[in-house]
């Protein structure tokens, strides 16, 4: 007979019991049955392991010499069943469900969270996307563990408010909303453009944001001194482009879009309208917020130069807004 692991284990547990009966309880085996492999295993040695004693059975001589080896062999064993569990786990994938706004900041996330493996040495990550222009709905999926995270762009003066067993933090305290018009406008030339100069405009929102992105315009046009005309309800981004460019409407526009193809985006003088982008998530995260938080602040300052007009603006207010 070859002496295996599980023979390691028996002449261990027989020694810690000090009794037959006792280790076979331990092992889960029968007395009869552990007796037997016990005669066997001393066989396989050639000489006893076990002498009996008035309170049970201890280690010969020979057999001081094999538990000491034993115990070796088996804790080395743990040592390399622990590295391996560890091994698997670094390179094993952990899932992400990541939500935001239709903006091109998740596109720039996703990657900078793969490359957490290399730069943390921890699992590889895979980031499933869902956006919704609802700040209120992306922070109930969260809630309600359909997305570990999301990015949210909330209205100051109309925050939708924390909701219980969801963890929010500021990234971006100051987001200014600038205003999205046709090339020709004849306000395209403007490095800043008065919100009061577009009383006469017709409005373009999208019903799918919250307050159906009504709210913060409307309010923002009042202390300008008139009321939005609003004429085109489109959530659609490619038809809102083009009725933009056509020159049909105007729109309030993320700062970090970018410009051309008929499209000019300018600042609104004194930023009348302005959003705070804050990370939500629940615990226990996939990934460590920290490096979340990181990955998402990394990803906006790459976006910043993506129109010349917000990189002025961010230089002269970014960091101090």
Not at 91 to 112: D, F, K, N, Q
Not at 175 to 186: D, G, N, T
Not at 263 to 277: E, F, S
Request: glycine share 8%; aromatic share 4%; proline share 6%.
């Amino acid at each position: 007979m070859e002496l295996e692991f599980r023979h390691l284990r028996i002449v261990i547990a027989v020694a810690d019991e000090g009794s037959i009966t006792k280790a076979a309880a331990a092992l889960g085996l029968s007395q009869p049955s552990l007796t037997s492999q016990l005669q066997r295993i001393e066989r396989a040695m050639g000489a006893p392991l076990f002498e009996r004693a008035r309170t049970g059975v201890v280690p010969t001589s020979f057999g001081r010499t094999v538990l000491a080896r034993a115990r070796t062999v088996v804790n080395e064993m743990a040592d390399l069943r622990g590295v391996a569990a560890a091994t698997v786990a670094a390179h094993a994938e952990v899932e992400l469900r990541l939500g935001g706004r239709p903006s091109p900041l998740l596109s720039v996330i996703v990657p900078r969270l793969a490359a957490l493996r290399g730069e943390e040495d921890g699992p590889a990550v895979s980031v499933q996307v869902h956006t919704d222009p609802s700040a209120a709905a992306l922070q109930g999926r969260v809630r309600a563990g359909r997305l570990d995270a999301a990015v949210l762009c909330d209205v100051i003066g109309f925050e939708i408010g924390a909701t219980e067993g969801v963890r929010r933090e500021v990234l971006v305290p100051v987001e200014p909303e600038f205003v999205a018009l046709s090339e020709a406008h004849r306000l395209a030339d403007r490095e800043v453009i008065d919100l009061a100069d577009l009383a006469e405009e017709n409005w373009m929102i999208d019903p799918q944001e919250d307050h159906g992105g009504l709210g913060p315009l409307r309010a923002a046009c009042r202390a300008a001194g008139f009321e939005p005309r609003i004429t085109h309800e489109i959530s659609d981004s490619s038809s809102a482009r083009e009725f933009v460019t056509t020159g049909q409407c105007v729109s309030l526009a993320q700062p970090t879009s970018r410009e051309g193809r008929g499209l000019v985006v300018r600042p609104l003088r004194g930023d009348p309208i302005r959003n705070r982008l804050e990370l939500v998530w629940k615990d226990p995260s996939p990934i460590e917020p920290r490096l979340l938080k990181d990955a998402v602040i990394s990803a906006y300052a790459s976006l910043v130069d993506r129109n010349p007009s917000y990189a002025r603006w961010w230089a002269n207010n970014g960091r101090t807004a």
